[in-house]
């Protein structure tokens, strides 16, 4: 079965320092990868998404980039973080098939203070 | 771009009744809708999903129904019990080249059952 991983699941940086979240899929190859942040009580907000190494896409322009090393690794990062990047990080996968829609599985998030 | 609007923002029910969360889209071209179930600290966790060649689909207490002509569909659940409370979020999806499909969030409905 397919598993999602996410850390680290809680983490606090203080302003201007770099950030670098991991994402790790596992029992699924070639899938489509994504970040996204939830804002306290409010909806997801989608940052990025891969369908393949080296290829990301930006959905709204901010202080994070995200990068795929590998196959099934998506990392989230920043070189100096702001207070405005505080919020909750969650990495989600869904399996490429073509002409098809097909589900988006999340990872347990990480929750950054940016003090 | 596409838009999801969800109503109640806050629902408060009896533990045994039913409880609807309603949610519209804007983009035609949206063929995929799952729903997500938040529990606090968590990620979102996939517990039904409908595609716009099905009006209804149902998973036990939980059910949700399409209505593509007016572009809204909407989460149904009975017999609600304590353990489903928790923030609900829906979403609408198209299908991108390259088999990636992009989901857009409501902004979330906060379900409470009270015994």
């Known amino acids: 079965s397919q598993t999602i991983h996410q850390w680290p699941a809680t983490l606090v940086q203080p302003v201007g320092s770099p950030l670098s979240l991991e994402c790790t899929v596992e029992g699924t190859s070639n899938p489509n990868l994504y970040w996204y942040r939830q804002a306290a009580g409010r909806g997801l907000q989608l940052l990025f998404y891969?369908?393949?190494?080296?290829?990301i896409s930006s959905e709204v322009p901010q202080n994070l980039s995200a990068s795929r090393p590998q196959d099934r690794q998506f990392i989230l990062s920043s070189k100096k973080l702001l207070l405005s990047d505080s919020g909750f990080y969650l990495c989600a996968w869904s399996e490429r098939r073509s002409g098809q829609n097909t589900e988006a599985f999340f990872g347990q998030g990480t929750r950054l203070t940016v003090v | 771009g596409e838009n999801v609007e969800q109503h109640p923002s806050t629902l408060s029910v009896q533990e045994g009744d039913s409880a609807v969360i309603k949610c519209t889209y804007s983009?035609?071209?949206?063929?995929?809708f799952p729903w997500y179930k938040q529990e606090l600290g968590k990620g979102p966790q996939l517990i039904i999903d409908i595609r716009s060649n099905v009006g209804e689909k149902k998973d036990q207490r939980i059910a949700v129904t399409l209505n593509k002509t007016a572009k809204h569909f909407s989460l149904h659940i009975t017999e609600t019990q304590p353990e489903d409370s928790a923030v609900y979020f829906c979403a609408a999806s198209s299908l991108f080249s390259g088999g990636y499909n992009k989901l857009i969030f409501g902004a979330g409905t906060r379900l409470a059952v009270h015994p």
């Open positions: 983009d035609s071209a949206s063929n995929y």
């Open positions: 891969s369908v393949g190494i080296g290829q």
